[in-house]
């Protein structure tokens, strides 16, 4: 199921709702939580049902509610962005691990080529 949330001006005052789509009619009553994934974000949407005050269907056969709703709470749950962004850092740091790494072996190499000239002059002279 889509959902939306979102106001409607009703005469002098604003009121919260819900807009749905499925394959079918939804009926909510009371207290509802609701999911979604945007992305890599995880909304959580709390909300307490007033009462539905419109239904509809579209040529594709989707059906739509519309429903007064109060007390409502989101929660978004960025773990999975978070842990992507730590994973690439992770990533970038072992990358730079590694070409200091070489770096250092390219150094002892280089220390080690100059000692066995210094050590082969050094048994000429």
Do not use: P
């Not at 949407?45 to 579209?58: H, I, P």
């Not at 749950?77 to 740091?93: F, M, N, Y």
């Amino acid at each position: 199921m889509e959902y939306t949330i979102g106001t409607v001006q009703r005469g002098k005052s604003c009121r919260m709702i819900l807009k749905t789509k499925d394959a079918a009619h939804t009926d909510l009553d009371g207290r509802v939580s609701l999911e979604m994934k945007l992305g890599n974000t995880l909304i959580r949407d709390a909300f307490t049902v007033v009462g539905k005050y419109q239904s509809a269907e579209d040529l594709d056969g989707n059906c739509y509610d519309w429903y007064y709703i109060c007390d409502h709470y989101r929660h978004e749950d960025r773990t999975e962005e978070v842990r992507s962004e730590c994973e690439q850092e992770i990533t970038d740091l072992e990358i730079e691990a590694i070409e200091q790494d070489l770096a250092i072996t390219d150094n002892e190499i280089a220390i080690m080529e100059l000692q066995e000239a210094v050590d082969t002059l050094m048994q000429t002279t």
